[in-house]
Every structure is written in C-alpha cells, then in structure tokens.
C-alpha cells in the first residue's frame, strides 16, 4: 500500500472510531477527499467543508490530537484483528457494490474467504428440529460445493448454518453485531474459536462499542453485501431474517426460502417470500444451479482428499468419546454434561461443538443434546 493510501485508511479509521460521526458524515468526508489536511484541521474547518455540527467538529478535533497509529496497529496485531477499509484491495468488490457499505471491517481468520462466492444462511433464533436440521444440511452442502456460508452467530438457524458449514472445504463467515473480540451469545464460544481457526469473524463495530440490541439488524446489510444470495430458512413475520431478504432484494441479489408447514408460525415469513417471489429451495441443487459458473471445479483429486478428510473428522478423541458415551444413555443438557464429567464449561463446550460437527450430535432448545 503507498504512503497515501495507507494515510487515507488510518484517518478513515479515526473518523470511524470517533464516537458521534456517522456513515453520512464519513461518505462526506471521503468525498470531500482532502486527506493530507484532515489531521491539522480546525473544528471551524470541518464545520465549513464538510458540514459537521460544532460537537462532532470538537469531537474529531480532539480525536485527531489523540490519535496513535502505531498503539493503535500494535494492539490489533497482537489480537490477531486485521482492519480493512475499502482503500484495501482485501476488502470484497461485491460488499463494496451495496449502497451502505461499511468504512471499515474488523476481521480475525481467514481473510481470504471475502473473496469467494458466498451465499448468506439465516432464520429463526428459536428452530424447530425441521429448521435445524435443513440449516445444517444446506450449509454443508454449499460449503462441500466450494460455497462460503456467512451468517450473523446467533442462537438458532445461524448456529446450525455455520456448523454444517465448518463440515465443508467453503467454511463460513461470521458477521457479528458486536465487536469482533466479544462473543454473543456466550454459548456459541466453542463456535466463535471454530470459525476463528477454520473461518472468519467479521464485524464494523469498534473494539470496545458497549453491547446494544439496535447494533444487531444494522450488521444484516453486511450478511447480505457480502453475499451472492441469501436463504431463509424458518422466520416468523417479523422476523430480523427477514430485514435481510429484503437488503438482498434492494441489492439485487438472489433470495431463496425454505419452504415450511403452512400451520407452523415459524414459516409464515418464509411462505411469504415465496409468495412474493422468492426461489422456493426444495435441496441444495436450487442454489448451486444459479451459481454453477463461480464454483471450484472437483476433480478426483479433490474428492479423495474430502472423503479422507471426512473420516478423520469421524474419528472421536477421547475427551469426544466420554461426552458422546454419557448421551447414548438420554438427551442431556449442558449442566448434567458438566456434573457428570467433570469438564470445566471451556472444553465441555468445545467438545459438544466438535460432536455437533462431525454429526455425532445434535443441539435441542434449552442447550440439550442427544445422538444423532
């Protein structure tokens, strides 16, 4: 990156990082474009060429005497953050595309996967076993086809998506509607260290944003942006997936919905769509068909070495082994896996996340597991 550009990105990140500036002040700032300047500029001045009120003007004023790039670079290297902005070739041409695009991404993982097709999971926090069991499948079944899964982490439909994911060679995409180094909800932990190491965890949110329910449906126009298409599977009518649909929808991007029983409450949101044009998802072939051309073509090569890799991830450990041993006996819940084995809630989550993953297991409301 050339000394400008790299000057560009850090004075983006401040204007980002300064509590009280917004998207729109951000877009005028960047049109305005006078980068060398910002730094040295008077609260006057960015009242007079960029239209701030006086308090943001102050705010940015004292922003800019604070800022540290080099505190600033150190701290997200030492936890594994990489920041991009859309000065950053790594930042994704079809996020870049959508009409609120965000300024600046935190990331941890696989940076790489921004670049590949991706095709968006989402639905219901609270699935029946019909919904966990199609999200699942459907995630891994795009992620073996060479697709990314980018969900949001939340309980439900989004937890079973990247699962299923983690199972294929596409793994999946994280979009959280907290900051990229806080977990929410607590118990997807063992998910969230998952897809750090075999995916990635995005987020637009600043490190240490204080948690806030309103943050969570602005991180959906990032699930859509980033993707090809999105899935519904199981939403209410006012379901927060359906926000998504309908950011996919404004972006011209594709939207699928999983048909669902026309008395279950749970799919009046996904009959919907369907009424209104969405593509009715009967398997996993209704979506790969529209996107046949982008995707990594198998060779038999490549086949061996997933059927390899799939028995391996077959294999169960011994920690795996003792946790899978008490659940043949009856659905436990998390406190009784706990009481029984011993684990501390750590490794017992981390263990329950690998079973749930090499399909030994399944996750049931109310943090229950049986065998598959």
């Given at each position: ?28 700032a960047v049109q305005f474009g006078a980068w060398h300047s910002y730094e040295r500029f008077t609260p006057e001045a960015w009242i007079s060429s960029v239209g701030l009120r ?319």
């Amino acid at each position: 990156m050339h000394n400008n550009e790299a000057m560009q990105k850090e004075i983006l990140i401040t204007l980002h990082e300064t509590p009280g500036i917004g998207w729109q002040t951000i877009r005028k700032a960047v049109q305005f474009g006078a980068w060398h300047s910002y730094e040295r500029f008077t609260p006057e001045a960015w009242i007079s060429s960029v239209g701030l009120r006086p308090e943001q003007a102050q705010s940015l004023k004292e922003a800019f005497n604070r800022q540290n790039i080099e505190h600033r670079n150190k701290r997200m290297e030492e936890l594994g953050i990489t920041v991009i902005t859309p000065f950053d070739k790594e930042y994704p041409e079809l996020l870049k595309q959508s009409a609120q695009h965000p300024w600046v991404l935190y990331t941890i993982g696989q940076i790489e996967l921004l670049h590949r097709p991706c095709v968006a999971i989402v639905g219901t926090r609270v699935p029946t076993a019909y919904g966990r069991r199609t999200a699942s499948d459907l995630g891994e079944q795009l992620s073996a086809n060479g697709l990314t899964v980018v969900s949001g982490l939340a309980r439900g439909i989004d937890g079973t998506a990247h699962e299923g994911a983690l199972r294929g060679r596409g793994s999946t995409i994280a979009v959280l509607g907290t900051p990229v180094d806080t977990v929410y909800p607590k118990e997807h932990r063992a998910l969230y260290q998952e897809i750090v190491k075999r995916g990635l965890i995005v987020s637009e949110y600043p490190l240490g944003t204080p948690f806030h329910p309103g943050l969570f449906p602005q991180r959906n126009r990032i699930i859509a942006g980033l993707s090809l298409g999105t899935v519904v599977v199981e939403a209410a009518q006012r379901s927060g997936s359906l926000i998504t649909a309908d950011q996919a929808l404004e972006m011209s991007r594709d939207v699928f919905a999983v048909p669902g029983q026309i008395s279950s409450p749970k799919s009046t949101g996904t009959n919907d769509l369907i009424r209104q044009g969405a593509k009715l998802i009967s398997s996993v072939q209704d979506i790969l068909e529209e996107y046949s051309n982008l995707l990594p073509k198998k060779t038999e090569n490549s086949n061996k070495i997933m059927k390899t890799l799939s028995s391996e991830e077959a294999i169960m450990t011994k920690d795996e082994a003792i946790i899978y041993e008490f659940l043949q006996d009856a659905p436990r819940s998390t406190d009784e896996l706990h009481e029984l084995s011993a684990f501390p809630f750590g490794l017992l989550h981390a263990v329950l996340i690998n079973l749930t993953i090499k399909r030994k297991i399944e996750q049931h409301p109310g943090s229950i597991y049986s065998v598959t």
